[in-house]
């Protein structure tokens, strides 16, 4: 009697699902979203059309997934370079610090941000690629809004001003960065454009800490009359 083999395992994938998208993800970021071909997105993750397509779906869903990717490292990156134990100026300079280092990054020469960079030019045509991007995008004003609401409770912003536009203010700015990054300004220049918007966001002028207004306040207060 013929001994029946054991059944045999399914294959290991050959491939990493973050590594493969991290690199798709730079392949179009490179080249955007129309002249990424899929022979480019195949070169770039070493796999095949078929295993791309099993993978990730066609080109389009495969971009929304880098869309998605890079929104989630962004939200995340954001946490870190706002650090709310910092003064909101030094907090600030740190991110577009980073943000720089970022958008001056790349194989081929400086590639800006991957939203403004690649899916503002496809959000025209494409409903479900402009979703993503303006749902990006909302989230990094979002994370600057809840920034600067802190900074006004804590006394970094005065009683005035308007978290949601500041955070519009400081949202246009990195958008600034980007586009000059990717067309060749130079680091100086670009570092400039970010204090200066350090400078409009915080004021030239170290505000007074509410907390100490309070304490005045307080000893006023208790004083005999």
Known sequence: MVQKEKAKRGRPRAYDPERALAQATAAFWDAGFSATSLDDLSAATGMNRPSLYGAFGDKRALYLKAIEGYSALAQAAMQTALPYERPLR????????????????????????????????????????????????????????????????????????????????????LHTLSLRARTGAHRADLEAIAGSGVDLICGTGKPARRRAHRRHHSTDAASPR
Do not use: N, Q, W
């Open 90 to 173: 030094a907090a600030l300079s740190l991110l577009y610090e980073r943000a720089l280092s970022l958008y001056l990054s790349g194989e081929h020469g400086a590639r800006g941000c991957l939203l403004t960079s690649t899916a503002a030019t496809e959000a025209v045509m494409d409903p479900d690629i402009r979703h993503a991007a303006r749902d990006a995008l909302e989230k990094i004003d979002e994370a600057f809004a809840a920034r600067f609401r802190f900074a006004r409770e804590h006394g970094d912003l005065p009683a005035s001003a308007d978290p949601a536009a500041l955070a519009k203010l400081a949202s246009a700015i």
